[in-house]
């Protein structure tokens, strides 16, 4: 069975305590998922209803200005020049690619794959499922003599929110081109920056990879910055000739986005105010809820960026699930840090995504 091999889904564990927060006599604040709760953009909906006359197949490589719109929006947000269509592909949902993309470029047994120390698990899902070998690790020189198949970054960081800087996403990318390692950088939070001193890179920046993409891929999705988690709207942009390749397996899968959610990522790619607006929404909820964690004693780490707060008692040595279970009596889920790694033994990943309600009454609670 290949679920055998798989690690248990992790929020089966929050069973119990979901149920102590739900008996809450306010009703439950889930904090510990980071699906968007605000309306879909009118730009989007729009858009959708526009294509829903689609009887036909759509086509893997995607509609043409569907992909030019990922390469507008690249080079106009993310500064990303010298990308041409050749160079993106969208696909259905990123978790979708993530998960698949060990299978996709064919590792398997006697393959390495490198995942960031605390990571969200699909990585090691993917590298589980083809039966490679996963590490996880923040360090080059802990990797060994050993060469990977595949190295995954995450900046922002799911679920830190750590950002970083250009010399060290630079020397990450120098260390796998003299080693032939393909790099693969998730960076589905690069929208949700909150301290203008320290706002993501994406590796594909000039400044990070030169004049050239060579071996390196970025994974980014549409359902943070435009509120598009049901809509499955992702891309991944890079190499021409590690896209290519992927097309090619992905024609023989079939996997097709479909031509309505083309429409819509065309037309969200190009719209910018409703990222602004949702931004805004989302830094008022993080700030309430960040101070409100702090003047309970807790202390937030990294999370200049994404849509979570790192967070642990500050000044011991509390463990995640005693943490889990003190939110829980206050009708508050919050994720514990060991599902992201062992690393996060210590921590909570608390969402700002519910509504300014719900954060409001988490802000109340963690006064009493």
């Avoid at 089966?12 to 008996?23: G, P, Q, V």
């Avoid at 390469?71 to 696909?91: F, I, K, Q």
């Avoid at 097709?256 to 949702?278: F, G, I, R, S, T």
Wanted: hydrophobic share 45%.
């Amino acid at each position: 069975m290949v679920s055998a091999t798989l690690p248990d889904f992790p929020w089966d564990k929050l069973t119990d305590h979901a149920a102590r927060a739900r008996s809450h006599p306010d009703g439950i604040v889930d904090l510990s998922v980071g699906t968007p709760v605000d309306p879909t953009p009118a730009v989007a909906q729009q858009a959708l209803c526009d294509a829903a006359d689609s009887p036909g197949y759509p086509v893997t490589i995607g509609r043409p200005e569907t992909r030019q719109a990922i390469v507008d929006w690249l080079e106009r947000t993310a500064g990303v020049t010298g990308l041409g269509l050749d160079g993106v592909l969208p696909v259905i949902g990123s978790k979708e690619l993530i998960g698949a993309l060990p299978m996709h470029l064919g590792l398997g047994p006697g393959d390495l794959v490198v995942q960031p120390q605390l990571a969200y698990p699909t990585y090691e899902v993917g590298a589980a499922l083809v039966g490679a070998e996963i590490m996880a690790t923040d360090s080059l020189t802990a990797i060994g003599p050993r060469t990977p198949a595949l190295l995954w970054l995450n900046s922002p960081s799911n679920p830190t929110g750590r950002v970083l800087g250009v010399d060290h996403l630079k020397k990450v990318v120098d260390w796998c081109r003299e080693r032939g390692v393909l790099l693969v950088s998730d960076e589905c939070y690069l929208e949700c920056a909150w301290d203008p001193d320290n706002l993501p890179v994406s590796v594909l920046h000039p400044d990070v990879c030169g004049d050239s993409h060579e071996g390196i891929l970025t994974v980014h999705s549409l359902s943070k910055r435009s509120n598009l988690a049901g809509y499955r709207a992702a891309f991944v942009a890079g190499d021409p000739k590690v896209v290519a390749e992927l097309l090619a397996v992905r024609k023989n899968l079939g996997l097709q986005m479909p031509d309505p959610q083309q429409k819509v990522m065309a037309a969200v790619l190009a719209d910018d105010a409703h990222v602004a607006e949702q931004h805004a929404r989302y830094a008022a909820r993080r700030r309430n809820l960040k101070a409100a964690l702090e003047r309970a004693g807790f202390t937030v780490e990294h999370s200049e960026a994404s849509l979570y707060l790192w967070t642990t008692a500050a000044g011991d040595d509390t463990s995640c699930w005693d943490l889990v279970s003190w939110f829980a009596e206050r009708g508050i889920l919050v994720a514990p840090g060991d599902f992201y790694g062992a690393a996060g033994r210590r921590h909570v990943r608390v969402a700002f995504t519910a509504t300014d309600e719900r954060i409001a009454a988490a802000v109340a609670r963690l006064q009493d």
